[in-house]
């Protein structure tokens, strides 16, 4: 096995046992045995269980911040564009169940409040305009002037609960029931 291919190998793990059981039920020599590599190969690309679930984070949020730019919203006007940026959160969170979990649980832990920099939007190019609208000026931004953690429990946040409740059974929403909710998680943040 190539040594990219171990160190995924070992993200995998770790994301399925974290999703599973939690941090605290993911214990190195089980991610070690569900990757089917020895604790030690574990310290040769982490340095500590921290490390590693820091690292998971970093690649997780840079694909879920790729994949809110499917379609490329920022062509968009702006409602359209928030309408497609939450649609894309959405079927996210419905596809990546295990990523979703994590994520979730990442964000709501000590590991994200004592993370030296939590992970911001990646910078430049496409992601210039989620950053813009997200975490720009509040003064300047199309927002409302709410903290940045109320304003995503009213619109990310609502897609990925909407998602996990329905992951698990065969309810789906019409396409015209989410972009309704899409438009009314809009109006409740737009200025």
């Given at each position: 096995m190539?040594?990219k291919?171990?160190?995924e190998?070992?993200?995998?793990?770790?994301?399925?046992?974290?999703?599973?059981?939690?941090f605290h039920?993911?214990?190195?020599s089980?991610v070690?045995?569900?990757a089917g590599?020895s604790?030690?190969?574990?310290?040769?690309?982490f340095a500590?269980?921290?490390?590693?679930?820091?690292?998971?984070?970093?690649?997780?949020e840079a694909?879920?911040?790729l994949?809110?730019?499917?379609?490329?919203p920022?062509?968009?006007?702006?409602?359209?564009a928030?309408q497609?940026?939450?649609l894309?959160?959405?079927?996210?969170?419905r596809?990546h169940?295990?990523?979703?979990r994590?994520l979730e649980q990442?964000?709501?832990?000590p590991?994200?409040?004592?993370a030296a920099?939590?992970?911001?939007?990646?910078?430049?190019g496409?992601?210039?305009?989620?950053?813009?609208?997200?975490?720009?000026?509040?003064?300047?931004?199309?927002?409302?002037?709410l903290?940045l953690?109320?304003?995503?429990?009213?619109?990310?946040?609502v897609?990925?609960?909407?998602?996990?409740?329905?992951?698990?059974?065969?309810t789906?929403?019409?396409d015209e029931?989410?972009?309704?909710i899409?438009?009314a998680?809009?109006?409740?943040?737009?200025?």
């Amino acid at each position: 096995m190539a040594p990219k291919d171990k160190r995924e190998t070992i993200l995998q793990a770790a994301l399925e046992l974290i999703a599973e059981h939690g941090f605290h039920g993911a214990p190195m020599s089980a991610v070690a045995q569900r990757a089917g590599v020895s604790a030690g190969i574990i310290y040769h690309y982490f340095a500590s269980k921290e490390d590693l679930i820091h690292a998971l984070y970093k690649e997780l949020e840079a694909d879920f911040n790729l994949a809110l730019l499917a379609g490329r919203p920022q062509a968009l006007p702006l409602a359209d564009a928030f309408q497609q940026i939450w649609l894309n959160a959405y079927h996210f969170y419905r596809t990546h169940p295990h990523e979703a979990r994590f994520l979730e649980q990442y964000k709501h832990s000590p590991f994200y409040q004592a993370a030296a920099q939590p992970v911001e939007l990646i910078e430049g190019g496409d992601f210039a305009f989620l950053a813009e609208l997200f975490e720009g000026d509040p003064a300047k931004r199309p927002l409302k002037d709410l903290p940045l953690d109320v304003i995503y429990e009213l619109t990310l946040g609502v897609a990925a609960r909407i998602a996990h409740r329905h992951a698990t059974d065969a309810t789906t929403m019409s396409d015209e029931q989410l972009a309704e909710i899409a438009a009314a998680c809009w109006h409740a943040i737009a200025r």
